[in-house]
């Protein structure tokens, strides 16, 4: 499986803004869902948002629903997170995930985004994370 690659992370002050890419090089993500983790020393990988192919529909944790947007273009194979209004407990190293087996097409098929976050340790591919520090 071809890793991913995410960059764009950083240090910003609350309030603040960042773009997240993630880049598959060499394998299409076409019918993958894509996803975005974070996770913080000592704690659980959580999700923050996925969308799934074909239609793209998105999910996003309610801890970042109306500051977080994600956008797919197939045709260069990346994948964005856009974040505005950054508070401190943003702060988290951000993980990019590609899937197009059984559990995005279980998502797919009920939208149950609660089953795919449980199951993030069986995604097909994963990036290896860019840090997220916002400062207050």
């Known amino acids: 499986q071809v890793p991913l690659l995410e960059s764009g992370g950083g240090s910003v002050q609350a309030g603040g803004s960042l773009r997240l890419s993630c880049v598959s090089s060499?394998?299409?993500?076409?019918?993958?869902?894509m996803a975005w983790f974070r996770q913080t020393p000592g704690k659980e990988r959580e999700g923050v948002s996925v969308v799934v192919p074909e239609g793209g529909r998105t999910f996003y944790a309610d801890s970042v629903l109306g500051r977080f947007t994600v956008s797919r273009d197939n045709a260069k194979n990346t994948f964005y997170l856009q974040m505005n209004n950054l508070t401190p407990e943003d702060t988290a190293e951000y993980y990019c995930a590609a899937d197009g087996g059984p559990v995005c097409q279980t998502l797919r098929r009920t939208g149950r985004v609660d089953l795919f976050w449980q199951a993030w340790r069986v995604l097909n591919r994963w990036g290896r994370g860019t840090q997220v520090t916002v400062h207050s």
């Open positions: 060499g394998q299409s993500i076409s019918i993958d869902c």
